[in-house]
């Protein structure tokens, strides 16, 4: 766990980050950035010009290539490093910010809101983290607002990640790899993965007060509207912010 971060707290993902810093892109699910924006600017009928905010956007790369497409894209993430990277050849339209995900304060100001392959929603690190992270999205959007929000899939952890442990009681998937830094130093590391069902991503959305409109089989660069099946390692969740009285709403349920 790195320190030198406790003025927003600190999550087991930014030793990570800190490590890989630019090499996170050479990993090839990360190489399919362009297919999921088209899905997503399809499925979420994203017009040029709207504001976004990805949450947990990492090194940027779907905040680039929304910027790149005439959308205003704010990204935050709560490793510095992946900022810094962000920040580099950033077009114009997209910024950057660290914050943590589970400590968002936006007040409506977004018209769409996206946190993918894990972006701070499924890398909980005690339970109510992931619902604090939904909250904060909701609280950020305009009544009507759109999401899209991936989750690992728990059927498929369970039936194929043989590399990993899974822990029923919490749904949460835990493994031991490498990683690797820009100049190929290896680090050996945990990875912990919320995992989820469709009829809880339903559940938690619905008391972040979403209308869920899909839930679809997923996988990275493989964005496509199939139903939910156990074979896709994600679950994309596509969702409606539904109204709520803002001196009432999520940032006060936690
Ligand atoms: C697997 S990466 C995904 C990055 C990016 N969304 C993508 O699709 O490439 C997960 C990201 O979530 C960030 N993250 C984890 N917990 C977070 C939190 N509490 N607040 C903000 N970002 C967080 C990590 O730093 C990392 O950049």
Known sequence: M???????GSHWFETMADHMGSAYLRYSFTKGT?????????????????????????????????????FLVHGIDISQSFIDV???????????????????????????????????????????????????MRAALRDGGRVAVSAFNAYFAVKYHDAATFDADMGVSHEVTEVKSPEG????????????????LRLL??????????????????????????????????AFASPFRREGGPSGLH
């Open 86 to 136: 962000a920040r580099q050849n950033a077009p114009t339209g997209a910024t950057f910010e660290r914050m943590d995900a589970r400590q968002m304060s936006f007040g409506g100001e977004f018209d769409a809101a996206i946190c993918l392959c894990q972006g701070a929603f499924g890398l909980m690190t005690a339970e109510g983290h992931d619902g604090a992270v939904l909250h904060g």
């Open 205 to 238: 959305f619905g008391a972040s007060y979403f209308s869920v409109s899909h839930v679809f089989s997923v996988d990275p660069g493989a964005y496509r509207q199939d139903p939910p099946t156990t074979e896709s390692s994600e679950f994309l969740v596509v």
């Open 34 to 70: 362009r297919q999921e924006v088209d899905f997503l600017v399809e499925v979420l009928n994203l017009v040029p010009g709207m504001r976004i905010l990805d949450v947990g956007c990492g090194p940027g790369r779907h905040a680039h290539e929304l910027a790149s497409r005439g």
């Open 2 to 8: 790195t320190s030198g971060h406790s003025e927003l």
């Open 185 to 200: 130093d290896a680090l050996t590391v945990d990875l912990w993965t919320g995992c989820y069902t469709p009829r809880e």
